[in-house]
């Protein structure tokens, strides 16, 4: 008989293919890191518990670009500083991906807030360009000129936090109990500059980042690095105190409070 392909897989298969995904060679990315401090109610009012606000109102816009052989990829992420516990970290409110199989294992293993949409850096000359779109509406754009080169920082390990849950299927919260997730970030960098510029937050409805307006600019940077990650479970979360931010991971906050209409239960 041929092969099903929907069929199940063999534990050779399985192996093979894990073994693969832990001996991939190093991914570098070409991207636009900026760094501001914003408004410190702002910041909190987006953090659900159990993080915690970090010591400085920090938001941080990552714009990359990832020359994948036959597969080049768009990567970005807008994140506010937080804690938890003694940890300081990152946590992202959105990250847009210019491809599904980008979306897939971040949302799903590490519950990673990936959503499709358009990511762009550009460079002519000294100008840079870099920005992220969804909807037709570029709502980070950071633009400016490479003004001088940066020295190479040591290694650094970043954590960024995650909620991963799965909605309930009747729409009234959740399916189990929601986990937040440590992930562990290493990071290379094999070249830096500074870039003088600005940066650009445009009103959407989709992705509404302009409510964590640049205060003070911290610094704008165009490098090359390469990174790996790890996650672990650190918590079960309280679902109650979770459900009212659940709407950050949907582009209609009506998805996860509204239950499905009769008349879609049971189709397809």
Avoid: N
């Amino acid at each position: 008989m041929a092969r099903v392909r929907y069929g199940a897989r063999g534990a050779a298969e399985i192996a093979a293919a894990r073994t693969t995904s832990g001996s991939l060679p190093d991914i570098w990315s070409t991207g636009v890191v900026a760094v501001w401090e914003s408004d410190p109610d702002v910041v909190a009012a987006v953090l659900p518990p159990p993080l915690k606000p970090a010591p400085r109102p920090l938001v941080r816009a990552t714009i990359s670009k990832v020359d994948l052989p036959g597969y080049p990829l768009g990567a970005g992420s807008f994140s506010v500083a937080a804690a938890h516990g003694g940890v300081e970290g990152w946590y992202p409110l959105v990250m847009p991906m210019t491809h599904e199989r980008a979306l897939t294992g971040g949302r799903e293993v590490f519950g990673e807030p990936k959503k499709l949409g358009e990511v762009t850096v550009e460079r002519d000359g000294l100008v840079v360009r870099a920005s992220l779109a969804r909807h037709g509406i570029a709502f980070v754009e950071v633009r400016g000129a490479v003004s001088g080169p940066l020295p190479l920082p040591e290694p650094e390990r970043r954590t960024d936090f995650y909620f991963k849950f799965l909605p309930a299927v009747d729409g009234s919260g959740f399916d189990g109990d929601p986990v937040l997730v440590h992930c562990e970030r290493r990071e290379r960098v094999r070249a830096l500059e500074r870039i003088t510029g600005d940066v650009v937050l445009r009103e959407s409805m989709y992705d509404p980042v302009a409510d964590l307006p640049v205060r003070r600019l911290i610094g704008i940077t165009l490098g090359e690095k390469t990174t790996d990650q790890r996650g672990r479970v650190v918590e079960r979360v309280d679902a109650d105190a979770l459900l009212p931010y659940v709407h950050q991971r949907y582009d209609d906050p009506l998805q996860i409070h509204d239950g499905p209409p009769e008349t879609a239960r049971g189709s397809a």
